[in-house]
């Protein structure tokens, strides 16, 4: 019998396994993607695929995991799942995810039975998808790579050559995509055993009760934090700049918000059809993304535990874009990253001193490949950059972090980028004037300058450059991201997600949006302005112009009287 007290040692002693489970997967990885970044989702799960642990990294991959293990249970039964077996599963419509984002699981067996599983997700580098390092304009899921439905990758605790020989004649990178899928193997397996040696400590009963509470008492603290919440119906949309094959084409999500005393329901009714690009979303990547936005209204200071999200529904139409069926495309993941934020966007009408404005809204990666002139080796190396944050009515958004799709992750040191490939960096640093002006400004997104060495292919993953990041309460809008190859030259071009063949010493500039602002600018203390123009977040003519406030260039300091009358003139 678990008692409290025994669960609360249980549940550290989880989460102290998926934290191991994550620090051998950096040890063991090829990939900086994966050490660098910490672009994983890594949990330990119950007989049902439902997770009771986690190790932060990319926050819709963990809950994408329990949807891919549940497929797999259904679709191969657990009798199937012997002691020592590891499973690969990358069939998007099952693993919440597209090809090179593979998920590997085992399951945990005591007494003959399965009691848990443990699970980890990677990005790994090449599937035999149809173009190298990643697919912006394929049209079909069979231009996407291999798929792996729940293939035994070991069988009783020896690799399945078979697979293995698989992946090893059909990458283009056979070397580091075997040795990061080893590497999640690696991982699951120290998740089993630290999971089994709790279960020979307090016995199999006691941890797999303590499992039960411990989801049970996550769906408590949601339902208790969901009570409070204001009740009610909002509709919001937003769009994803185009589905890489119409590359005119908005794509438009829609979503209605319901907050009830039981449930919040998330409905994407509405949203577009025939989408003929690889923009689709898993129904999983789609559920992924929601519970992310729901636990951070309701349980954000909580680990993740799969009872957090029971007062949760999502709303799908299959056949559209958040909810792909076969084989429509689903290789560029970007509308759930992007998605997130309408799902904010209709909560703020009803709730806008709880949530912020809209973000930068993107992950805007890059990703450069080609042959290295220093070894003659063939290299791939991507970063996601920072974005600003929306102002909240708690103060200011947050200047130059990683997207809140991806809260455990990094970005790629510059120092790695330029050892590892054919990259210089010329500058790196924040935007002014990129946060939307508010009594809360938002915060200000980055630029990152890269000069190619020698010819390479940039491949641009930013798909919200054609709508501005919204604001709440006559805030302004945050300028939005944008990418510029060889700005300055007769050449240049302005653009967002795309794929580029590039010359040595083409350049190309990744400009990440700023946060939307929270309320009248023209409230915002002058002081406050003052110290953001002296740090560089907002230019001098700006203070001038969106908050009217006169900053002295030199002194930085307020000029009041002229302050006063601009602000007269203004409001």
């Known amino acids: 019998m678990s008692d409290a007290i025994t669960t609360e040692i249980i549940r550290h002693g989880l989460l102290a396994g998926a934290e191991e489970m994550a620090r051998n997967l950096c040890r063991t990885a090829y990939n900086t ?24 990294g990319i926050a819709v991959f963990t809950r994408g995991n329990d949807h891919g293990i549940k497929e797999a249970i259904n679709f191969l039964g657990k009798e199937k799942m012997l002691p020592g077996d590891v499973f690969l599963l990358n069939y998007p419509y099952w693993s919440s995810a597209h090809t090179l984002d593979p998920l590997v699981f085992a399951p945990v067996h005591s007494g003959g039975e399965i009691i848990a599983f443990a699970s980890c997700r990677i990005h790994v580098l090449d599937l035999k998808q149809k173009d190298p390092g990643y697919v912006l304009d394929s049209t079909d899921m069979y231009q996407e790579g291999l798929f792996f439905p729940a293939s035994k990758l070991y069988r009783g605790g020896e690799p399945n050559e078979d697979i293995f020989n698989i992946v090893r004649y059909n990458s283009r990178l056979p070397e580091r995509t075997i040795g990061d899928l080893q590497a999640q193997v690696s991982a699951c397996f120290t998740g089993v055993r630290r999971t089994q040696e709790i279960a020979a400590k307090y016995g199999t009963q006691t941890l797999v009760q303590a499992m039960e509470a411990i989801n049970d008492h996550g769906e408590r603290l949601a339902r208790l934090a969901l009570a409070k919440l204001p009740k009610g119906t909002w509709t919001a949309f937003d769009f994803v700049d185009s589905d890489g094959i119409d590359l005119d084409r908005l794509v438009k999500m829609n979503v209605t918000v319901t907050v009830a005393d039981e449930e919040m329901v998330i409905d994407w ?19 992924a993304f929601c519970s992310l936005i729901f636990k951070s209204l309701t349980t954000p200071d909580t680990s993740v535990v799969a009872g957090n999200f029971r007062p949760l529904r999502v709303i799908t139409e299959p056949g559209s874009v958040m909810h792909a069926v076969p084989p429509m495309p689903t290789f560029t993941l970007w509308t759930a990253l992007i998605g997130g934020e309408v799902v904010l966007k209709a909560l703020a009408q009803g709730m806008p001193d709880l949530v912020p404005a809209c973000s930068g809204g993107d992950v805007c990666s890059m990703m450069g490949l080609g042959v290295n002139p220093r070894n003659g080796e063939a290299w791939l190396e991507a970063t996601n950059e920072a974005v600003g944050f929306g102002g909240h009515a708690g103060g200011d958004g947050s200047d130059g972090i990683m997207h809140l799709s991806e809260p455990g992750c990094r970005n790629n040191p510059v120092e ?7 990259m210089f960096i010329e500058s790196y640093g924040y935007r002014p004037d990129s946060g939307g002006a508010g009594m809360h400004r938002g915060g200000v997104g980055v ?19 054609k709508t501005k990041p919204w604001s709440i309460g006559g805030g302004l809008e945050g300028d939005n991201n944008h990418i510029i190859l060889n700005p300055g030259t007769e050449r240049e071009v302005v653009q967002g997600g795309s794929y580029n063949h590039l010359a040595a010493d083409d350049v190309l500039v990744n400009n990440t949006g700023g946060g939307g602002g929270y309320g009248n600018p023209l409230l915002r203390e002058p002081s406050r302005v003052a110290h953001d123009v002296r740090n560089g977040f907002v230019s001098v003519s700006a203070a001038g112009q969106d908050y009217g406030v006169v900053v002295d260039p030199t002194s930085f300091a307020v000029d009041d009287r002229a302050t006063a009358t601009r602000r007269e003139v203004m409001s």
């Open 269 to 287: 009714t509405g949203s577009e059809r025939d989408v003929r690009g690889p923009i689709n979303l898993p129904v999983g990547q789609t559920e």
């Open 416 to 422: 790695v980028l330029e050892t590892k490939s054919p």
């Open 33 to 56: 993607v994966v050490y660098e970044i910490h672009d994983y989702g890594i949990g330990i799960h119950d007989a049902a695929g439902d997770v009771v642990a986690d190790a932060p």
């Open 447 to 465: 630029g990152r300058v890269y000069r190619f060495t020698a010819p390479s292919i940039g491949i641009c993953l930013v798909y919200k450059t």
